[in-house]
């Protein structure tokens, strides 16, 4: 186990059985919001290192920050990295990060050391979502269902009472905020006056629901509202 503070992470990452929805990965528009989604949640944990990334398909592809948001989230300390800039060194740095989640138990699907160094988005997004539903959701467990359908089921039976609130999935259910600003007042009703929001106001309601969550949740804002393409807007 590491130490707490930055300097646990050292120096030298500061150099310069699911998948992902590959249906919605063909979608540019879908994917734009993956890659904007993605990036924001890899950085709520990088900053815990004093870093960032800005591309996701690029700042990865040498496996050193990829490493760093590994040992991150799970505590652990992966193998030192190799400190060399050529293609075989960033393949060996990926590949070590790649065997840590697969030492997780975590089956890897059509997601290769070469397409990460390459800078492949969609192969990506799809490590990236991997990493989240074994770090992130991994431990949610309903009826002996996935950590996705576990979710959904949670999401379903928390909203249920509340008007205007369907959850069928994680797309289109959520598009007018009403889900999220039901999940917050389920838990939180001081927070968010529900009986005030309307179901035509879905930017107005997905920006209550981020801004509560961030400010009185410790949730980082992750979602860009104006960019969830409202098919009604």
């Known amino acids: 186990m590491m130490n707490n503070g930055i300097d646990q992470y050292g120096d030298g990452y500061m150099e310069p059985e699911e998948e992902w929805e590959r249906e919605g990965l063909l979608d540019p528009a879908w994917e734009k919001q993956q890659k904007k989604t993605f ?7 990088l ?8 591309n996701i398909e690029e700042d990865f592809r040498n496996g050193l ?36 989640i697969a030492s997780k138990g975590v089956k ?11 800078g492949n988005l969609k192969m990506t997004l799809g490590m990236i979502w991997t990493i989240i539903l074994r770090f992130a959701i991994q431990d949610i467990s309903v009826e ?10 949670w999401c379903q039976r928390k ?30 009703p001081d927070l968010i006056d529900y009986n005030k929001l309307s ?3 879905p930017l107005q309601n997905l920006n209550t629901a981020f801004d509560v969550a961030e400010k009185y949740l410790d949730i980082p804002r992750m979602l860009d509202p104006e960019g969830m393409n409202f098919p009604f807007l």
Not at 47 to 54: L, V, W
Not at 72 to 100: C, Q, W, Y
Not at 108 to 118: N, T, Y
């Open 39 to 45: 990036t924001a949640w890899c950085n709520s944990h």
């Open 47 to 54: 900053r815990k290192a004093g870093t960032s990334i800005e």
């Open 65 to 100: 920050k990829l490493m760093l948001l590994l040992e991150v989230i799970s505590g652990e300390t992966l193998p030192k990295p190799d400190r060399g800039k050529m293609r075989f060194h960033k393949i060996a740095n990926v590949n070590k990060a790649l065997d840590f």
């Open 108 to 118: 890897l699907v059509s997601i290769g050391a070469e397409e990460i160094v390459d």
């Open 144 to 153: 002996e269902m996935t950590a996705k359908e576990g979710l959904l089921l």
């Open 159 to 188: 909203t249920a009472p509340y008007k205007n609130v369907n959850v069928q999935n994680f797309h289109l259910s959520f598009k007018d905020g009403l889900a999220f600003c039901a999940l917050i007042h389920r838990h939180r």
């Open 199 to 201: 179901k035509d106001n």
